[in-house]
């Protein structure tokens, strides 16, 4: 995590503790990642506590957690980890409510609630793969 931090301090080139987007897509390059635009504006979403719109250093300290933790470097897998907080391995409505709102999804709660029953079941227990359509189809709209 330090050298997170040191990644961070460095892309931070205004020193505001804050990173634009094209900082975070700078950022998370060097650590590695292969992420497009429209992935890591996905990504900022997710984990832009405040909804300002730019990852601060909390924020992209908790975004670097997550991605060592899914283990999995792609957006589908990191945004699953992130909306599951209980981490019993779905995704429940609270949770899928949670990051269709953070993702700006234009469907009206009422609507994500029938889609959300629909991938989950009554309980409403998303798996990682129908997660994983779901991120896909937000990222193909979100392009256009």
């Known amino acids: 995590m330090e050298?997170?931090?040191?990644?961070?301090?460095?892309?931070?080139k205004l020193g505001k503790?804050?990173?634009?987007n094209q900082q975070a897509l700078e950022c998370l390059s060097a650590l590695g990642s292969k992420f497009s635009e429209a992935e890591?504006?996905?990504?900022?979403?997710?984990?832009?506590?405040?909804?300002?719109?730019?990852?601060?250093?909390?924020?992209?300290?908790?975004?670097?957690?997550?991605?060592?933790?899914?283990?999995?470097?792609?957006?589908?897998?990191?945004?699953?980890?992130a909306a599951d907080d209980d981490q019993n391995?779905?995704?429940?409505?609270?949770?899928?409510?949670?990051?269709?709102?953070?993702l700006k999804v234009p469907m009206p709660d009422d609507k994500l609630k029938q889609f959300a029953k629909k991938l989950g079941g009554e309980k409403v227990e998303i798996t990682y793969d129908r997660f994983a359509a779901i991120v896909k189809t937000v990222k193909d709209l979100q392009k256009k």
């Not at 503790?17 to 634009?20: G, K, R, V």
């Open 3 to 12: 050298f997170a931090e040191q990644m961070f301090r460095k892309f931070d």
């Open 17 to 20: 503790n804050a990173l634009t």
């Open 40 to 81: 890591i504006q996905m990504l900022i979403n997710t984990f832009d506590d405040n909804s300002n719109g730019i990852l601060d250093f909390t924020e992209f300290k908790r975004l670097v957690h997550v991605m060592q933790e899914a283990r999995v470097m792609n957006v589908e897998s990191i945004m699953f980890y």
């Open 89 to 102: 391995g779905y995704v429940d409505m609270d949770e899928f409510m949670a990051i269709m709102h953070k």
